[in-house]
């Protein structure tokens, strides 16, 4: 089976995490503020705040921005649950932006028509979290003018998106949101088993998201209610939790950090491969010349006769392709569909859901496993 995304592992990535093994520290060490550092330097950025999971930064990313009962968090339909139940586990409530049909992320003027409603109404989103799909970072500079105008705060969830540009400049690099949220599981771009990191200009709320992932716990005297009894003395100021990362994930990940760009050149030229080996087909492909900033975390196809889609992608698999879908509409997972969420509610994403097939993209593929992916796509669309 050739996976729809895989891992690269090197002798010194297995080296530093060796290394980390055989040394005094574990978790809480010197690994995880070096690779925050890395990491927030790398986005042109200050603070990172690793974490052990993407979904535990979105999760204290939404805390710190002072998300809670009686709020709203909007998103897309089309992202992986992670980017909403994060505002479901703050007490917020969840709702969502259709996204552009060329773009497939949230559309601004969807947004602008949503917040115009919603003003009127009074119940205008708290945070808004634009997903970065497939690699391709949003408009970023058109949704920051519309927090500024409407007042919410923005978390870019870049779990598609490290190594990516927008406009110039690295996403993550916080000039048109608070907070832009990584994830390192194996299929994302670099990997550290499970993990995550939050990244941002701002300090105070980086301090606030290293709290949260430690319980809530802080040694620092300006934070406590009263003056330390002792050298031992420590304070839960606030509710947190244990979502840090160990020593040997950060090793992990600084080691991957280095063949960031790498990685990404090697997934933009898939890409542009694909592009050419697929024209002609029955088939919408992506806009790889829009999107030559993109980090291409995923190739997504959507066939044009959508009422193939089920069968194409069954003899895809049967081929040994590891094709995927990204995503069912968020809207219409049960879990939300009991929230009241029509199934029809976001006509865009329900029209892109309909004809998508995720294609195997992964650094370490070979021109010859694309090859043999382009060859089973077509002979099931010829079928
Ligand atoms: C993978 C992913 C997440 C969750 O990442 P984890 O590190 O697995 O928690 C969140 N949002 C998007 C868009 C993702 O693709």
Redesign the pocket.
């Known amino acids: 089976m050739i996976p729809y995304g895989r891992q690269d592992i090197t002798e010194d990535d297995i080296q530093a995490v060796v290394d980390v093994l055989k040394s005094d520290f574990l978790t809480q060490g010197p690994a995880v503020p070096a690779f925050e550092q890395a990491l927030a330097a790398t986005c042109g950025t200050q603070e990172g705040v690793a974490v052990s999971?993407?979904?535990?930064?979105?999760h204290i990313a939404c805390l710190a921005l002072g998300l809670g009962e009686g709020d709203w968090l909007w998103t897309t339909p089309i992202?992986?649950v992670?980017?909403a139940n994060c505002g479901l586990y703050c007490g917020a409530q969840v709702d969502f932006v259709d996204i552009d049909p060329l773009t497939f992320n949230l559309c601004p003027k969807q947004l602008e028509l949503k917040l115009l409603k919603a003003e009127a109404e009074g119940c205008l989103p708290k945070v808004v979290i634009p997903?970065h799909?497939t690699g391709r970072s949003c408009d970023m500079a058109a949704i920051h003018a519309l927090s500024q105008r409407f007042g919410f705060r923005i978390i870019e969830?870049a779990?598609?998106a490290i190594g990516a540009s927008h406009a110039g400049s690295r996403v993550g690099c916080g000039q048109y949101s608070d907070i832009t949220?990584f994830?390192?599981?194996p299929?994302?771009i670099i990997t550290t088993a499970?993990?995550?990191m939050a990244v941002t200009r701002n300090k105070d709320l980086a301090q606030h998201m290293r709290r949260l992932r430690s319980h809530g716990v802080t040694r620092d005297e300006s934070e406590m209610t009263r003056a330390p009894d002792g050298g031992w003395y420590y304070q839960q100021v606030e509710l947190g939790f244990n979502y840090r990362m160990t020593e040997l994930q950060a090793a992990l990940g600084l080691s991957q950090l280095q063949r960031l760009d790498d990685f990404v050149q090697r997934r933009r030229e898939l890409a542009a491969q694909y592009q050419s080996l697929l024209s002609g087909l029955p088939l919408t492909l992506p806009n790889v010349e829009s999107d030559a900033d993109s980090a291409w975390?995923l190739y997504v196809i959507q066939l044009q006769d959508t009422s193939r889609r089920a069968e194409v992608f069954e003899s895809l698999r049967q081929a040994g392709i590891g094709v995927n879908v990204?995503y069912i509409p968020v809207h219409t997972q049960p879990h939300y569909e009991a929230m009241g969420f029509r199934q029809d509610a976001f006509p865009k994403a329900q029209a892109y859901y309909a004809g998508a097939i995720s294609l195997p993209l992964f650094a370490t593929m070979t021109d010859q496993q694309q090859g043999e992916v382009v060859a089973a796509l077509k002979t099931a669309l010829a079928s």
């Open positions: 999971s993407a979904t535990a930064a979105l992202t992986f992670a980017s997903v799909l969830d779990s598609h949220v994830s390192f599981h299929v994302k499970e993990g995550g975390h990204h």
